[in-house]
């Protein structure tokens, strides 16, 4: 099945909408979305996430963080010059490495993410709770 432009378009305003709303990389919503609606190979979904991911996140994000002064300039550019450097080698790594293992630990990546998310959002009930008790 092959996706038209304007499907194309929706996926990528899906993955604007959710990387602006949660603040979290494209790429956790978009690989996922181009290895399994336009069914491309590993490789391909994070190189091409990559492309699409540079001008838009970089640029229109940023601006509304920014005029709400919610933008720390000092560590965004020194952990800026940290991404350059470390998705210059890790992308070295991935290139080696076999797309169905890249995508295993991707999956894995993910599920580790999601876990850790969950786990964060549990002790912060808990700890609302204890707050709400002792009150």
């Known amino acids: 099945m092959s996706l038209g432009y304007a499907e194309i378009i929706l996926l990528g305003l899906a993955a604007g909408v959710l990387v602006g709303l949660?603040?979290?990389?494209?790429?956790?919503?978009?690989?996922?979305?181009?290895?399994?609606?336009l069914h491309m190979d590993q490789h391909m979904a994070q190189g091409t996430s990559l492309l699409v991911l540079l001008p838009p996140t970089g640029i229109g994000a940023l601006y509304l963080y920014w005029k709400q002064r919610h933008v720390d300039l000092?560590?965004?550019?020194?952990?800026?010059?940290?991404?350059?450097?470390?998705?210059?080698?890790?992308?070295?790594?991935?290139?080696?490495?076999?797309?169905?293992?890249?995508?295993g630990f991707f999956g894995c990546f993910l599920m580790a993410a999601a876990l850790l998310l969950w786990r964060k959002t549990k002790r912060g009930a808990a700890s609302k709770s204890k707050g709400a008790a002792g009150a």
């Open 22 to 37: 949660m603040g979290i990389g494209g790429g956790i919503i978009l690989v996922p979305m181009l290895v399994y609606l």
């Open 74 to 103: 000092t560590a965004g550019l020194v952990c800026a010059v940290g991404c350059l450097l470390g998705g210059f080698f890790g992308s070295r790594l991935a290139i080696h490495t076999n797309s169905k293992n890249l995508q």
